[in-house]
């Protein structure tokens, strides 16, 4: 029987899923790490001894030694993907990606625009070109990830296209951002693979992006990602595949938190310790990582909210970054029963222990 683990954050993001994820990964070193929402903008930091990786284009089961899946869901960027994969592979990371061939392609045009849009700007964006990616594909001008082993002339007309839609009239301008892009594209063995390739593993690992609470269908408009950040997409791939033996990860700081503009509950000035290791502490568009207390209501509103996209299954809760700060979870708080809630005492998953 086949087996799936689904990782999924219950806030704004920067919960803990990339170290929730390389703690499966190290109970089942033969499974794969399937991403089903989000794309490059990720940022999934696993430690592993003297090794840290942030997994932005690969599952967080890499630096381990997993292979990666990205479903229809998401989206890739070559430049991103060719970078990150020279990282990990001088890390002795798995670099083997296989790529639905309907995942979303971001070109170097996405990214401009969700750079120098003011509205994007304003609602907030990561600067990687995701959320333009997903709206493009709204459009007529879209490009998917089977398209980058289609043939090289219909490959280019398709970018210009993009261009086009985006107002690029500079030729000059436009044939040096297609060549950059064809450039990453022929660096990389492009593995298009549909679910079927799925099959050839018993256990699946689900790693989730953001949280909840950006869900493009629940989260507080407009300061939300496109995308579906619940379980929908991952569970929709299990009934699928005829998968039943489903276990659900759930994953909350102790303290919330929110990378970018927004509505935020609790939030203050927090003194944390031991977070030396902390990787998203600034970006130039979404500027500083913003902290509050833990806030319950909306835990058991997440949660709610995913049980709707989700049948009897087994749920587990991990609570990340409790050496940070003195709090006690509470989990008298909690309305959902868990079969077991883990807590997080370090960067590394081998601190990860049953606490409940």
Known sequence: MK???????LGFGDEGKGITTDFLAQQQPESIVIRFSGGQQAAHTVMIDDKKHVHSSFGSGALRGLPSYFTEHCTIH??????ERKELMQKNGNAELHIHPLAKVTTPFDVWQNRTSTKNLEHGTCGKG???????????YKLF????????????????GIAYYYGFMDKEQVEEAVNDFLHAVDKIDWKISDYKYLNKFENLIFEGSQGILLDMDHGVFPNVTYANTTSKNAYEICRLLKIEDIEMYYVTRIYSTRHGSGWMSNEKELKLKNNEEETCIFNEYQKDLRLGDLDYDL???????????????KKNLVITCLDQIDEQFKPENIKQEFNRIYGSYSPYSKDFKPIF
Not at 3 to 9: H, M, P, S, W
Not at 135 to 140: A, C, G
Not at 299 to 313: F, H, P, R, S
Request: proline share 5%; net charge positive; hydrophobic share 50%.
């Open 3 to 9: 087996k799936a683990q689904i990782v999924i954050g």
């Open 78 to 83: 070559p430049v991103f993907l060719l970078n």
């Open 299 to 313: 835990l058991n509103y997440a949660l709610i909210l995913d049980g709707a996209y989700v049948t009897e299954t």
């Open 130 to 140: 995701i959320g333009a990616t997903m709206k493009r594909h709204e459009s007529p």
């Open 145 to 160: 990830a089977a398209d980058l082993i289609a043939p090289r002339a219909m490959l280019i007309e398709k970018l210009r």
